[in-house]
């Protein structure tokens, strides 16, 4: 592993995410916390928010990284336009990479759906993946935006592409350890709460 001794937090835990959550780390996993998880993020090449927390299997075969966004409650009443969105998430991988350039990284690029946007009414979860291409590697990221009361939790999976579909049936089973708490659930919505100024599509 990467980072120093004692920077891990091993399972079976319980650990904050963000003051308005919960995640159940499952035995076999770690977790790492911003601090952390920005240092993570250097190593292997990745831009980070500096608000981030990672977990993944011990064997680092795939990691998720979450970040909370008090962005408002958002209406799940908007229909996804997928083309559009796949328009846009190049653009901004586009933009990254001059900040990639600076950094002496090598370039990134969306090429297409992995699988595309679809959310769920039960979960409150907007899901989408896509391939990425890198010095002519490819990998997967798979998103997860979860809708609380307050907001969203935003979740990305880093794998290689023949490897997501068994790391996103494991991200799953992870992600059932996951609960806003109590109050800042999306069903627990009042009316003069803030509301976030875009939709689905905008997530």
Known sequence: ????????QNSP???????NSKLVIPEGYVFLDKANTEKF???WQNLSS???VMVAPESLDWSAYLEFSDEGYVKDDEKIDAAALLKTLKDNTEEANKER???GWSDLHIIDWASPPAYNQQTKRLEWATVLESEGGRGANFFTKILGRRGYTSLVMVSSVEDMP???AELNKVLAGYTFNQGETYAEYKPGDKIAKYGLGAL
Request: include cysteine.
């Open 50 to 52: 500096g608000n981030e």
């Open 13 to 19: 835990t319980t650990v904050d995410v963000a003051g």
């Open 166 to 168: 068994a790391a996103e």
């Open 1 to 8: 592993l990467t980072c120093q001794p004692g920077t891990w």
């Open 101 to 103: 350039k600076s950094r």
């Open 41 to 43: 993020d250097e190593i």
